[in-house]
């Protein structure tokens, strides 16, 4: 299982914003789907310690990843891409034991995200569409490759360029978590 540092920085979009990004920054830049299934357990042994897995289907491959959050822009990913990935892969189920979850996991959620990309000398830009049970949203992201570069600065001046206001965005999982009302379903301290 490879691990990976994550550092991003986003914003939600208008729907104004996202097309003018894409019309102008984005205008010569490729498009993906990115399907994404979101697990737990049944009592939400993950969410309960700020972690989130989710299979993700990119085509003809597929890919695991866990979350954990490392700081207010970075978490740190566990993951694992292969051509079919079942909740029940007996890599899944190794490495949940080795993080000291012992109970099955099922799907709670899901997104479906049209992703635009355009990789920079810094960083990687995505614009997102994302498609959940009964809402849509736009968001954009900024992937650094270098945690010595500030991102948070090069972000922030990317959005004045651009005449975007800043508007705080949860991770899509748990933005999922609300549209699907999941959410309604855990202890009241969440």
């Known amino acids: 299982m490879k691990q990976n540092l994550e550092i991003e920085y986003k914003t939600l979009l208008t729907i104004d914003e996202y097309n003018q990004l894409l019309k102008t920054f984005f205008r010569n830049a490729t498009s993906h789907q990115q399907i994404n ?3 737990d357990t049944d009592t939400f042994d993950l969410l309960k310690e700020n972690k989130m897995i989710r299979i993700r289907h990119l085509g003809r491959v597929q890919e695991f990843t866990m979350k954990v959050p490392m700081s207010e822009h970075s978490v740190l990913e566990h993951s694992f891409t292969q051509e079919e990935i079942l909740s029940d892969d007996p890599k899944i189920i190794e490495f949940l034991k080795s993080v000291n979850i012992d109970k099955p996991i099922h799907p709670i959620s899901k997104s479906d995200t ?23 949203d736009y968001e954009l992201e900024l992937e650094m490759f270098d945690a010595s570069v500030n991102g948070e600065e090069l972000f922030f001046d990317f959005l004045e360029k651009h ?6 965005a949860s991770p899509k999982f748990l933005r999922s978590l609300y549209d699907f009302k999941v959410i309604d379903k855990l202890p009241p301290k969440y």
């Open 37 to 39: 299934t979101y697990f």
């Open 114 to 136: 049209l992703r635009t990309t355009l990789v920079t000398d810094y960083g990687e830009f995505a614009v997102d569409q994302t498609t959940y049970d009964q809402s849509i």
């Open 163 to 168: 005449s975007i206001n800043y508007k705080p």
